[in-house]
């Protein structure tokens, strides 16, 4: 049996060494490049779809009580909720898939000696990487797009929904006791805000010129009026204060107010960023900084995420094909097991690193990208040590 395996790996060998020097002596080395990325391309995409439907079949087994305890209807989940929870979970899942794709297809090709057959008939293994590093750079890419823009659309049902049916507790914070600086010299308190019918309470809004106060507006409620754009005061007073000393009083009734302001400056959610294509989520932040809003790390390091996480396709693609080029006892079980051990590393690094930026630990900036960046120097060292 030994003798017999040793001829059927020599005759492989043989076949794809053969093939080889056709494909580098016709310079016909894209032929390999493009059987090697429709088979991973194929294989990524198989993946991403059963991760769905995993994803999707687990979540609804943990929820389902919750769903019929609250009233939605399977119509709501299946036709609603869930199609709009598929692109978070494609944006989630792609790194995985990529991998697992990577490690099928490599693993497959160095257990049927595929790769040992290229490398002897003299392309190098770092050659063979081309395609997999062409199809992270273009998944990467499009991940970019993909979760900068069409993910924060479907999001926004997704969050609405969360709240509606499945949140055990409420999201929002910042509701009360509410302190906005809307301009340089003019600041907002208010004393309750009402996030679902946007009317704020016991309202006081100063305006300043140096150190001293010029007026100061007092409301017992302020409403937003979606049409204008604007701010309505039903009634106030309003009081104005001199240079001398003398303060005048005056009554307002259905008085508009221009802040730079808008309903979601005053009522935040932890998930509102998750919601925002990329430029809306810049130009909240900016806002927040503006008005004065603190405890940013938890919004920021959601922001940054947004660009670095898509870059964990390329790095495991790298990996993956790396690991699963070498041909090993056990054959695909060990390479879908070392492949899994690093994918479970690379979550587990994230989640704990997350908490150091929202605490303001670590700048939220580096906790965004820190995963990355090490397994990044990971994948590179590993390609750095493969044999040629």
């Known amino acids: ?74 119509r709501e989940v299946f036709g609603v909720y869930y199609p709009s929870y598929i692109p978070e979970i494609v944006r989630l899942t792609s790194p995985l898939a990529l991998l697992l794709a990577c490690l099928y297809v490599t693993g497959r090709m160095a257990q049927n000696l595929e790769i040992i057959a290229l490398q002897m008939s003299g392309v190098p293994l770092r050659r063979l990487l081309r395609p997999y590093a062409g199809l992270g750079v273009a998944i990467t890419g499009f991940m970019f797009w993909f979760n900068g823009w069409v993910v924060p659309t479907t999001n926004r049902t997704v969050v609405a929904f969360d709240e509606k049916y499945l949140s055990r507790t409420p999201r929002q ?43 100061r507006l007092d409301a017992p409620r302020m409403e937003w ?14 009081r104005r204060f001199e240079a001398t000393g003398w303060e005048q009083r005056t009554p307002v009734q259905h008085y508009t107010v221009a802040l730079p302001l808008y309903p979601a400056d005053l009522a935040r959610t932890e998930r509102d960023v998750e919601a925002m294509t990329l430029p809306e989520a810049a130009a909240h932040l900016a806002t927040l900084r503006r008005t004065g809003v603190g405890a940013l790390g938890r919004p920021l390091v959601a922001y940054y995420s947004k660009f670095a996480y898509p870059f964990a396709n390329l790095i495991l693609t790298l990996l993956g094909a790396v690991l699963a080029s070498v041909r090993r006892r056990g054959g695909q079980l060990v390479h879908f097991g070392l492949g899994l051990g690093v994918a479970f590393a690379y979550l587990g690094l994230q989640k704990l690193i997350e908490p150091l930026g929202y605490s303001g630990i670590l700048p939220p900036w580096l906790t965004a990208w820190l995963p990355h960046l090490v397994f990044a120097l990971g994948a590179v060292l590993l390609l750095w040590r493969t044999r040629t």
């Open 1 to 74: 049996m030994t003798f017999l395996k040793v001829h059927v790996c020599a005759r492989r060998i043989h076949r794809f060494k053969a093939l080889a020097r056709v494909f580098a002596g016709c310079s016909r080395m894209h032929t390999i490049d493009w059987h090697i990325l429709r088979r991973v391309l194929g294989g990524y995409v198989f993946f991403i779809g059963a991760l769905v439907v995993f994803f999707i079949v687990l979540h609804f087994v943990e929820y389902i009580d919750d769903f019929m305890d609250r009233g939605a209807s399977m």
């Open 173 to 215: 914070f910042n509701l009360s006791h509410i302190h906005r600086q809307a301009q340089p010299d003019q600041f907002l308190t208010v004393g309750y805000y009402d996030r679902e019918v946007q009317v704020a309470y016991r309202v006081s809004l100063q305006q300043f010129a140096g150190e001293r106060m010029v007026y």
């Open 225 to 238: 009026i979606d049409s204008l754009r604007a701010w309505r005061i039903p009634e106030g007073i309003m």
